[in-house]
């Protein structure tokens, strides 16, 4: 706990009167031999520490939520300093008190050097009665623990120090020293510890703070829905009456409850959404704490060592019932459809009348405002009034206001990184307001993936929802089939059942995505009548389309077009996802989709819709598996977008390659003139690595193995890696994504054409791809290092782990394969990278061979 005052003020703020509170300010100055005042007062200090922590139901009430838990937090300090002196009285010294009292008599007698050398000593000492925090909602009450046990060690090493410094010491036989040092250095942390965690436990069992602090509530009682957390607060805090201002948009807020879990347009006649209360499950989680500026969480590495929890409710409780909630914000991270958003309604109509929650959609907010303005903006959206957050936090009471800003990964995405420092802004915010007397609690919600941009202070702590679990998917199942019962029996269609969810788990571990598979398999049971052994390929094809052909129906396409208008949209999504890929992120803003729609020659608009204000707009917007992210700028509305599962852009690039390989072999053949026009093709892949995407290239494969075509793409494909260099400027010029210079873009190409040569046939060889100008190992030695030299990042070694090469048996040429490894994600992991990558046992081998005087490689 950050705290501005010692441990006298800990004692004071608890109420203490007591006269020995004159001592210990005499006591705890730096200047004095204060031990020995310090051991001979601590029977007056023991009685005092235990008759404060004995009134708890005093410094535990209160309505000032800030007072309140600075009790609570300062009773913890005095818990811990009580639990040293009652083990220090419990030793078994070969002295007693009066014999200290002489010590400190004849501590004058001491020589200047030596009685120097003990006040030293004697600050460290008092220097080291710095208690360490309270345990806290993100860190195992084992590492607290160990705090404190780390505490007291250095402490009693610390009073040994002091004591074979005194007067006397030398006069001690050596049973006698041993006996000091048994008790002191060994014996006494384990007593201080053993008499602290016996306080912890009963003010953990009187003060609901102290047990989820340490999380030792129970939780199964809370699982079932964040009502828990309704009820795990509300037995904290004493419910008030809030004005009418503030009760209207709780009433708002509250009102989502009773809202359907998603938004996904019209559903079919007698089918319905759960509601949000009724569907709605408390996320499995993990939970850290920022330590520094190096810490990034939105690496996976960073959270692999915190363990998995499923008491959120009482997490959430508890960082709501500290000091540091009206210092820093709470950070929710999760991948697009975890339930972030969804959460955040709950929050804002579950937490009890002791707080004032106010839920921020940041995407409904201006961008370029101050934190006052958007909860201003926001409130106004809620509830229609113009309220000035000033008035409005003062006419709260006693009740602890909880921004909940959601979205700030919207911000980032839609805005750039210009809102990078938006969380320091928050922080300031804050600081403002506790020194007004108005504390404020907040929490902001971000996706995981973009959160590298932001730049939160030490101290922060940052949560990450996980995915369901098989036990949170039966659960979630078992609402929706209760849910829509009568439409099965109605309409002959079966449940939903676990075993057809487990079979695509990727998709059905987050509650957006298991939603949407649930409303595919509610039409007609599709997914449940699928031939066995759908491929994820098959499985995607199906889904997206049946959606895609849902929005085009209700935008009364004639049924006589809509296969060819929903292959449309597909393509058009193709180009989307390239929007992405190109620019090596998971999102891309309507304005790039446009430009690049343009700049592709795919900007048509379909007259039967509404035109919006962009294509990339008319492209995304309809479509429940795509997110979108939303910011008002000025007076205009940044929007971004990515897919809610990164698979479906990865498969929709695939499937746009398969339909531009299947289209440009039905191109009639000539004789006299040279018609292979690759420039769409050649235009997309010249930015980055379809084998960055490992996924997309095993769609690639299986799309191949589906079709009829697979021959007549792999002689394509090695017909445009032959002609390579016999062609330029063939791509389309205003299609730039991002600044790239003429060799890279050239790298790409090849590497990616290389990625089809082995995604469309079993092997190909080096010799069938290269154009045979020089001899072979001078040419592919030059493909290898030019695409060595112009990939970034993890480019490099994702095309290494794709591609697999071997010698030829008796020949000087070399058989190239897809890994099919590629597919298993363990497995892929293990393969080797860098300088022992598979293509470099080609170029080695190449190497051998052309070394002079190496005839028998």
Known sequence: MNREYRYGDAVRLLGGTDPAIKKLDTLLGLGTLGLWDLVDAKNELIRLGNDLLGRWREWRSGDDWRSRTERIEAAHEILVITSLFEAVDGLRLPFTDDDLRLVKRTAGALTPKRRGKLQDNVRIVLDGLEVPPCPSPQRPYEDVRADIVTFYERLAHNMLSVLKGVAGWDELTSHGEEQIIMEVGMALPGLALARYEDGYRRLAGDVPEF??????????????SLAGLERVLAGMTAGKVLPVELEALRRTQQNALACSVAETGDVPVGMRL???????????????EVLSGRDNPSMESWWKDKPVREDLP????????????????????????????????????????????????????????????????????????KLRWPALARSAGNALPVLILDGFDELLQATGVRQSDYLGKVERFQEREAAAGRTVAVIVTSRTAVFHCAQPSTSTIVTRLEPFDEDQIGRWLRVWNKTNSSYFNRLDV???????????????????????????????????????????GELYEQLIISFVKRELKKGRCPTYELDDRAELELQRLGFVAF???????????????????????????EPSFSTPASLGEQTFGRFFFIYEAKAARDADVVRAYEFLHATFGEFLIARLVKSLLTEMVSMPRRILTETLDDSLLRSLLSWATLSSRAPAVVFLAELAKM??????????????FKRLNAQTDVDLPNYRPRIASPAERYAYYSANLLVLAVTTAEQVLASDLLPGLEDLPTEWKRYFYLWQSQFVGEEWAAQLRVVTSTPKVSSDDLVLRMNPAISGEEAAGELPTGGIGPLTVFTRTYVDLTSPGDESA
């Open 314 to 385: 009482s997490f959430l409780a508890a960082c709501l019932t500290r000091s540091a909630a009206g210092r820093t914000p709470v950070i929710v991270l999760g991948q697009p459809g975890a339930g972030k958003s969804v959460l955040t309604k709950i929050l804002g109509a579950r937490l009890p009348t002791a707080f004032f929650p106010v839920l921020v959609p940041l995407r409904e907010v201006s961008a370029n405002a101050d934190v006052q303005e958007q909860i201003e903006d926001a409130i106004y959206h809620a509830t229609g009034e």
């Open 494 to 536: 079966k449940p939903f059942t676990l075993a057809l969810a487990l079979a695509h788990r990727d998709l059905a571990e987050q509650p957006l995505l298991l939603l949407m598979l649930a409303l595919y398999d509610a039409d007609d049971n599709a997914l449940g009548k699928a031939a066995p052994g759908l491929g994820q």
């Open 274 to 288: 759960p509601t949000l209360e009724e569907a709605y499950l408390p996320q499995r989680f993990r939970a850290g």
């Open 579 to 605: 929007s992405m890929l190109n620019r090596r992120s998971q999102w891309a803003t309507s304005v790039q989709v446009s430009d690049d729609l343009g700049a592709l020659r795919q900007d048509l608009r």
């Open 707 to 720: 079709g009829q075509d697979a021959d007549r793409w792999h002689a394509l494909v090695r017909r445009l």
């Open 211 to 224: 047990a989820l602090w340490a999380q030792m509530t129970e939780h199964q009682a809370t699982r079932a």
